[in-house]
């Protein structure tokens, strides 16, 4: 018999070989999807501002986050920024912070449900079992050593779930309002982390006894879902529209035709996830065969299928075949088995409980359990080790190749403007960029006031960028000079020919395994650099000073503007007057642009003044399904205060009258003031 101390260092051996491998493994830095959705939307949290994303929900991490980054920057005595810049300027160390919690979590936790196990058990080989779970999957050590993800957070309540499991399991009192407790509240956390959790819930559903305490349970979970969910409360109609969509469509994120399954996809989906999860296959086959020899012979089946321990195993099996039938609808990578995976050792022990009830527990518990373990202890690191170092090394070297190209850029490019190709680039710029869009851009003016000349590319649409800003490649050579650099992926010929082609000439510097240096070709420019030399084809300039004879519009170089109501002497860039919009007024100018031909190239500009980003500036067909503009964001800041708009648009083929419709909008209730509205055709 093994000495209590024994235990504790024994059952420390798991816990700590995942704690110091995870603090330690390598992760990528600047991966935008998912670390970056999290660490901006808990930044929104920190803020006091509703989140944006809300497809998992996934509000557990950014709550979980949010208190990280307060905690790490109040003890951050190396700066004196506020929190929003400190975690905007060095983002990646506070991403750390929050995954090496996760880590030290779930270790901790690895390390109780040990203790509890061998406390109820008296068999140290059951606690092994429990703490081997992780272990089981290399998706799972993946995922929750390197991302800032709902996985991590997943494994840790499963595995809360299991040890609440196994108290409950060996109490005298099941009826116990603690459980009840429990059940509800861990539910609803888990729901909130990610739906993929739903099949969890029918545990708790399942073994509570009576009605009542089922009842009580779904109401409880549904509070605890909802104060989980509380920070994304404004988003909660798109969350259930999300949740329908995937519902009721066959492909992936709720995109592909309508149905609720493509059946040939599905039934290789099913074959796919058992060929990729071989222990946890064979594990669930084990139980499953526990569960049938139970049911098929009648000695056993009278006696052992209404026992707690039948239940317990029953259930495990039953959440992990629906979630392996959920998730197969839309299957594209493991970690969305997550929850099933970390039921694994559940299943065994649960397995080895029902099998030693009417087998002779002596050679269970002395010679099938430690052979079984045994057995794991030396399978698992000659499977799974190989792929663990494969992915630490990609890891490393992807960071190394970051740090060799900005190296490089900081030292043969350091007067250059830079350009990122969006979303195709890792670096820290195109990561906040990407998780800036899944807040709805509510750290927009944070980040355009600490990088404000920061510019991106994107390759698919051909556009270029600042921030959210929409601008030309003509208007950044005219504001910093023809010297450019451009970071990206590696391009292949194809896509070097179509940025050329573009109007966007770039030649190959350096190119790696995930990162490439390109810059722009300052002979092919000057074709682009004559454009700028020349007048504009014609101008029209607005401001809000001159009214119409009638007072019904505005006028302007015998253009009409409408809306005269919305003159306002409270604000004005130039002259006395401006356009004012309110929650009274939503929309203001109303100008046709007519004549257009297809292919004729227009800037459109005007200056707004307000503390936030509801102002758009509109471009529209009366269809709007043929052409439709709307932007926001400014690309520059004047003394003061005022913020310049710009779009950018060809004339497209598909226009029927010729006509566009140029005006303001409002999207809120606040008072935001417009003024020097410039309307430019620019030259081919």
């Known amino acids: 018999m093994l000495k209590k101390s024994t235990y504790y260092i024994v059952l420390l051996i798991l816990p700590l070989i995942y704690l110091i491998t995870g603090l330690s493994f390598e992760r990528a830095r600047y991966a935008k999807d998912p670390d970056y959705i999290y660490l901006m939307n808990a930044l929104n949290i920190t803020n006091g501002k509703a989140v944006g994303h809300i497809d998992n929900p996934g509000t557990t991490v950014m709550e979980t986050g949010a208190v990280v980054l307060w905690i790490a920057h109040l003890f951050d005595f190396s700066t004196e920024d506020d929190l929003q810049t400190s975690v905007l300027e060095k983002p990646d160390h506070y991403l750390r912070h929050i995954q090496s919690l996760f880590v030290i979590l779930n270790a901790i936790l690895f390390f109780l449900i040990g203790l509890i196990v061998i406390s109820k058990t008296r068999i140290i080989w ?35 779930l299991v040890i609440i499991l196994v108290i409950f399991y060996y109490s005298n009192n099941k009826k116990h309002i603690r459980y009840l407790i429990w059940f509800s509240f861990l539910s609803g956390f888990g729901l909130a982390t990610k739906a993929t959790f739903l099949p969890v819930i029918i545990i708790p559903f399942i073994v509570l006894p009576g009605m009542k305490r089922k009842i009580l349970y779904l109401l409880g979970m549904a509070v605890s879902f909802f104060v989980f969910t509380s920070p994304a409360i404004p988003e909660y109609k798109y969350m259930f529209r999300w949740f329908y969509r995937l519902t009721t469509h066959t492909g992936i994120y709720g995109h592909g035709k309508q149905g609720f399954i493509d059946v040939d996809i599905y039934l290789k989906n099913v074959y796919s996830i058992f060929q990729n999860n071989q222990v946890f296959t064979i594990i669930l086959v084990l139980a499953i065969l526990t569960i049938i020899l139970i049911l098929i012979l009648p000695v056993l089946r009278k006696k052992y299928l209404k026992t707690a321990q039948f239940m317990m195993l029953y259930t495990l099996i039953l959440s992990q075949i629906i979630g392996i039938l959920i998730v197969a609808k839309h299957y594209h990578a493991n970690h969305y088995l997550l929850p099933e995976l970390s039921l694994s050792g559940a299943s065994l022990f649960f397995m080895f409980i029902n099998i030693q009830t009417f087998l002779n527990p002596k050679i269970i518990n002395r010679i099938i359990a430690p052979v079984l373990v045994i057995a794991l202890l030396i399978f698992i690191p000659f499977w799974q080790i190989p792929f663990l170092k494969q992915a630490n090394r990609g890891y490393h070297i992807t960071n190394i190749e970051h740090d060799t190209v900005f190296r490089m850029i900081n030292t043969k490019f350091n007067d250059y403007t830079r350009v990122y190709c969006y979303p195709n680039s890792l670096n820290k710029f195109s990561a906040l960029k990407f998780g800036n869009v899944y807040t709805k851009g509510k750290n927009l003016l944070a980040l355009k006031t600490i990088y404000p000349n920061t510019y991106f590319y994107d390759l698919g649409s051909d556009l270029f960028y600042n921030w959210n800003a929409e601008t030309i490649l003509e208007d950044i050579v005219a504001n910093h000079g023809k010297k450019i650099v451009v970071l990206a992926k590696p391009l292949d010929e194809n896509e070097i020919v179509k940025t050329v082609n573009n109007g966007f000439p770039i030649r190959q510097i350096y190119s790696g395994r995930v990162q490439a240096i390109y810059e722009m070709d300052t002979v092919e420019i000057e074709t682009i650099l004559n454009r700028l030399s020349l007048s504009p084809v014609f101008e029209i300039a607005f401001n809000a000073d001159t009214l119409n004879a009638e007072k019904t519009h505005f006028l302007s170089d015998g253009h009409l503007f409408g809306r005269a109501d919305t003159q306002s002497d409270e604000e004005a860039r130039s002259g006395k007057y401006s356009v004012k919009l309110d929650k009274d007024r939503s929309f203001a100018l109303d100008y046709s ?14 200056w707004r003044y307000a503390d936030n980003n509801n102002g758009h500036l509109v ?22 205060g005022w913020k310049l708009l710009n779009i950018y648009f060809t004339v497209p083929d598909n226009l029927k009258d010729n006509r566009l419709k140029v005006y303001l909008w409002n999207t809120s209730s606040s008072t935001i003031y417009f003024d020097d509205l410039v309307i430019t055709k620019l030259h081919k």
């Open 126 to 160: 059951y606690g092994i079992i429990l703490q081997l779970t992780p272990f089981f999957s290399t998706n799972v050590l993946d995922h929750t050593w390197t991302k800032v993800s709902p996985e991590p957070l997943l494994l840790l309540t499963c595995t809360l």
């Open 593 to 606: 642009l007519e004549n257009l031909a297809p292919d004729n190239r227009y800037r459109i500009s005007i």
């Open 619 to 640: 471009v529209a067909a009366e269809q709007s399904s043929l052409f439709y503009r709307s932007v926001y964001d400014f690309l520059k800041t004047d003394s003061a």
